[in-house]
T-cell receptor
C-alpha cells in the first residue's frame, strides 16, 4: 500500500493547456516536496510546502498544501514541452524516512 | 554550494559480483538516504544514515548494505548481484531539521548482465 498516491499516473496534453496533478495520503506530513525528474537523472526539487493551506508559485507552476497537511496539488498553466517529465511528490516525517508517491508522467506535445 | 555527487554514473556488472556506490552529500548535510528506482517499482527507499548511524531501513534483503563516514560521505554495497538489481540508484542528502528537504544526486545506473 502506497503511503502517498498520485493522480493521474499519465498525462499527455498539448502545449498551452493547463493541468493539475494531485498527491494524496491518509498520513500527516511535516512538509511535502515536489520534484521533476528527467529520464536517467536524479529528481530535481521544485518546491517545499510546510504550512497547511500554503500556496506557492514558481512561474507557471502553483503548488498547494492541504489544510490538514495530508495532500497537495501542482497546477501548471500554459504547459510547455519543457515541462515534460516525471513529477514526484514526497512527504517528510521527522525522524522517519521520506515517502514518495509513484509519480505522474507528463508529456507536453508541441 | 556544490550539489550531491554520486560515483560512478554508470556501471555494468555480471550476476554474482558485488558493487560499491559512493555518494558525497551537500556540505553540512548529515543525513544521506539511498533509493532504488526501476520502471516497475518506482522509487524504493533502501536506507538512511544520519551521523554515521543507520536510522531507517527499507524492505530490501541483506545483500544491500551501506555505511556513512565521519565526513558524511556514504557508500552502499550490493553483494551477489542479481539481474533484478539493475536500476538507477539515487542518493539524497538533507540536514533534517523539522521542515526539511532532500536533494538528490544524478544517480548511478547499474546494469547487471
Amino acid at each position: 500500500t502506497q503511503l502517498l498516491e498520485q493522480s493521474p499516473q499519465f498525462l499527455s496534453i498539448q502545449e498551452g493547456e493547463n493541468l493539475t496533478v494531485y498527491c494524496n495520503s491518509s498520513s500527516v506530513f511535516s512538509s511535502l516536496q515536489w520534484y521533476r525528474q528527467e529520464p536517467g537523472e536524479g529528481p530535481v526539487l521544485l518546491v517545499t510546502v510546510v504550512t497547511g493551506g500554503e500556496v506557492k508559485k514558481l512561474k507557471r507552476l502553483t503548488f498547494q498544501f492541504g489544510d490538514a497537511r495530508k495532500d497537495s496539488s501542482l497546477h501548471i498553466t500554459a504547459a510547455q514541452p519543457g515541462d515534460t517529465g516525471l513529477y514526484l511528490c514526497a512527504g517528510a516525517r521527522y525522524g522517519q524516512n521520506f515517502v514518495f508517491g509513484p509519480g505522474t508522467r507528463l508529456s507536453v506535445l508541441p | 554550494k556544490a550539489g550531491v555527487t554520486q560515483t560512478p554514473r554508470y556501471l555494468i556488472k555480471t550476476r554474482g559480483q558485488q558493487v560499491t556506490l559512493s555518494c558525497s552529500p551537500i556540505s553540512g548535510h548529515r543525513s544521506v538516504s539511498w533509493y532504488q528506482q526501476t520502471p516497475g517499482q518506482g522509487l524504493q527507499f533502501l536506507f538512511e544514515y544520519f551521523s554515521e548511524t543507520q536510522r531507517n531501513k527499507g524492505n530490501f534483503p541483506g545483500r544491500f548494505s551501506g555505511r556513512q563516514f565521519s565526513n558524511s560521505r556514504s557508500e552502499m554495497n550490493v553483494s551477489t548481484l542479481e539481474l533484478g538489481d539493475s536500476a538507477l540508484y539515487l542518493c539524497a542528502s538533507s540536514t533534517w531539521v523539522e521542515t526539511d528537504t532532500q536533494y538528490f544526486g544524478p544517480g548511478t545506473r547499474l546494469t547487471v548482465l
